[in-house]
């Protein structure tokens, strides 16, 4: 219990609307956030030494040729310009041309070409999140409330073994199971252009497989050790004191408070994630935006680089807002405790 | 016990050791004991183990045994230097900015923030695409995203030391802020740091070794663990060895690494917990 302090007499607009404000503060870094990330994507793919247009046309292009496409890209232009022209072109819903399109000497706007991998991309995440979520909350309170037992320890040794697994090798050793030995699933996911992965559910078995063993190891560390630490105080002492059945005392008092830093922790996972599905798309040659950009790189086409990763890093910020914003709906004590 | 193998008490400490010296010495001194030269096709491709190729030869025909033999040593150079150079850094601006609490600290609470905003990956394939694939600039891209976070761990352990009385009587001597920083506070730290370096030698080797997986890394025909998974990947039907044979080996290389930095970080926990109560 707080005792009233001096400062309620005269309330701020800060005191008055803390939910609005700290929504508005949190939005404003995001923002901020995004516009340094523009700022080390640009420099990093048009500044560092290494020219777009040579990297584009390849080591046998002419200087002639190399000067020619640098003036098609607008290469000459001055670097801060070429930023301007870029992010206001992104903001504007106008993502730019692909530089492949410039060497193969007709523009290729690229949102065409990324629509129906976003959407693929999406489509895999979301079908993981929605099993890693209910999987790591069970498998995590399971662990905590059984915390030094033989359950424990088998949950908690086998996911600090595949936490430190990279996706591509769980990924192998998937197909080497399921595939070459089993014969089950099919080792790529390939689908025809416009086909949705919705209607080809057997492909996308291997590649959520993978993603959810990687994913679910780390959050079912965190949940465990919420859920540990919420055991520890006084309320649920307290609850346990009162002769409350243990079931209750988790469900009720335990995991409501250990699902804040959980949604937390779900919310700055989604960069492993995210991270995740650009191996496993390259992995499996499913056609999404991962899979997009590692082609992307490999042929250094950095314009179709740079807008990619500057959606998938919009992306990541717009997650960890929407976690942080529901960590504080979550708990009440957040809400009202003037920051 | 001598302080620094303490760990080994707890079960996975011992066994992660084992396990990171069997690992560690098959790709150091893997190289001499290997039965065919790296770049030189022995049979067809993806042949089945014979007793010639113990495991099969690859997409090229080449003797995988062979290349496995060899392919440990990149991962391992190439995650151990950009593991030093991070903590290097990291140590450097970490005590000046725990000990100073100068303007390095917000700057640095900032620059870990916005690295952490999006996939360490993503920073990799973007610096890729702009500077072209070498060593060097994996290495580099590497350690730039490790060095905030070790900054920041070894920010905050000094400002914990640098209030103590034994800081405050080496000022008093009038000593300089370099010998205070050398001989009082980083012998101090080195418990988070041991705590935190398992885990870092983890991440730096998933990140190698996935750049060297998208074809980003090392070039062929250098022999990898990452890059042979990739390259034989077709062949899965044909010869599963020279897929299997990698990538049950990066597991085992990461699981020990991270089994033996859990245990150290556990044991640390505890030995801290244990001089707190005594104070």
């Known amino acids: 219990m707080l005792a009233p302090s001096p400062e309620v007499a005269r309330p701020t607009s800060r005191r008055r609307r803390p939910l609005l404000w700290f929504f508005v503060v949190r939005v404003l870094t995001g923002l901020a956030t995004l516009l340094v990330v523009s700022v080390l994507v640009f420099a990093a793919t048009e500044v560092l030494p290494g020219d777009a247009a040579s990297a584009v046309l390849g080591k046998s292009a002419t200087p002639d040729q190399v000067a020619k496409m640098r003036k098609l890209m607008g290469l000459d232009k001055p670097a801060v310009q070429r930023y301007g022209e870029w992010l206001g072109g992104i903001l504007t819903g106008n993502l730019g041309d692909s530089a492949a399109g410039f060497a193969s000497g007709s523009k290729a706007p690229i949102w065409p070409q990324i629509k129906d991998k976003l959407a693929n991309s999406f489509i895999l995440a979301a079908v993981v999140t929605l099993l890693m979520i209910p999987f790591s909350l069970a498998l995590g309170v399971k662990a905590a409330t059984r915390a030094g037992r033989p359950v424990d320890h088998a949950i908690s040794t086998s996911s600090l073994a595949v936490v430190s697994l990279p996706e591509f090798v769980i990924g192998s050793l998937l197909i080497i199971v399921f595939f070459t030995w089993l014969n089950l699933l099919p080792p790529v996911s390939l689908l025809a252009p416009g086909e949705s992965p919705l209607a080809h559910p057997r492909l996308l078995v291997l590649p959520a497989l993978t993603l959810l063993a990687a994913t679910l190891a780390g959050s079912t560390r965190m949940v465990r050790a919420g859920v540990i630490e919420t055991m520890r105080s006084d309320y649920v002492r307290m609850a346990e004191l009162n002769g409350l059945p243990k079931r209750r005392v988790v469900s009720r008092y335990a995991l409501r408070n250990a699902l804040a830093p959980a949604v937390q922790v779900f919310g700055q996972n989604i960069q492993y994630l995210v991270g995740g599905i650009i191996v496993v798309e390259y992995l499996f040659s499913y056609p999404g935006i991962g899979k997009e950009l590692v082609d992307a790189v490999a042929i250094r086409d950095v314009r179709e680089v740079q807008t990619i990763a500057i959606l998938i890093a919009a992306f990541c910020i717009f997650i960890n807002i929407v976690a942080d914003f529901l960590v504080v709906l979550l708990v009440p004590k957040l809400r009202t405790a003037s920051a | ?279």
């Not at chain 2, 045994?65 to 391992?76: D, K, Q, Y």
């Not at chain 2, 080797?205 to 250098?222: D, E, K, R, T």
């Not at chain 2, 899965?236 to 085992?252: D, Q």
């Open chain 2, 1 to 279: 016990m001598p302080e620094a193998l303490r760990f080994l008490r707890s079960g996975t400490g011992g066994v992660g050791l084992v396990l990171l010296v069997l690992v560690v010495g098959l790709a150091l001194i893997g190289p001499f004991f290997a039965p065919h030269a790296l770049d030189e096709p022995i049979g067809l491709p993806y042949a089945s183990p014979s007793s010639a190729a113990p495991l099969g030869t690859d997409e090229l025909g080449r003797d995988v045994l062979s290349r496995v033999l060899w392919g440990g040593r990149s991962v391992l150079l190439l995650a151990g230097i950009a593991t030093a150079i991070a903590y290097a850094a990291g140590l450097l601006v970490g005590l000046l900015a725990g000990y100073t609490r100068s303007l390095l600290d917000p700057i640095l609470m900032r620059s870990a923030d916005v690295l952490l905003s999006f996939p360490a990956l993503l920073f990799l394939l973007v610096l890729v695409a702009g500077a072209g694939t070498s060593n060097a600039i994996l290495v580099i891209g590497v350690a730039v995203i490790q060095f905030p976070q070790i900054a920041r761990i070894i920010r905050s352990a000094t400002l914990a030391q640098s209030t103590r009385g034994f800081v405050e009587a080496a000022v008093a001597r009038g000593e300089r802020t370099a010998a205070i920083l050398r001989r009082e506070l980083l012998p101090n730290i080195v418990g988070p740091i041991s705590a935190d370096l398992g885990l870092r030698f983890t991440y730096s080797i998933i990140l190698v070794a996935s750049l060297n997986f998208f074809g980003l890394g090392l070039q062929p025909p250098s022999s990898d663990w990452a890059l042979m998974i990739s390259e034989n990947r077709s062949g899965l039907t044909l010869n599963p060895w020279s897929v299997l044979a990698p990538a049950v080996l990066i597991a085992l290389l990461t699981i020990a690494v991270n089994m033996v930095g859990d245990a150290v970080a556990r044991t640390q926990e505890q030995s801290a917990l244990t001089v707190g109560r005594r104070s």
